[in-house]
């Protein structure tokens, strides 16, 4: 116990590693209330809408900014 803030990180660390699946498995439970929800109103047409959009939402986190090297000015 050289310092508390090492273990504090440490236990931070290990908790989120270990609730991670329930976080993706809470994820994955609200997206199908939200299928649900649109297909008993019946908005079928809509399906190809909320499926891109899930799919823009977690791409978009996971993609990020392509690689530009910042060597050369803007305006140059």
């Known amino acids: 116990m050289r310092n508390l803030r090492y273990w504090a990180s440490g236990v931070l660390v290990a908790a989120l590693i270990l ?3 329930i976080f993706a498995f809470v994820l994955v439970v609200a997206a199908e209330m939200l299928m649900d929800l649109v297909a008993n ?3 079928t047409v ?3 809408v909320v499926a891109g959009a899930m799919t ?3 791409l978009r986190k996971i993609g990020g900014q392509p690689y530009r090297p910042q060597w050369r000015s803007e305006r140059a």
């Open 41 to 43: 109103a019946g908005a």
């Open 19 to 21: 609730l991670g699946p």
């Open 46 to 48: 809509i399906w190809p």
């Open 56 to 58: 823009w939402v977690l």
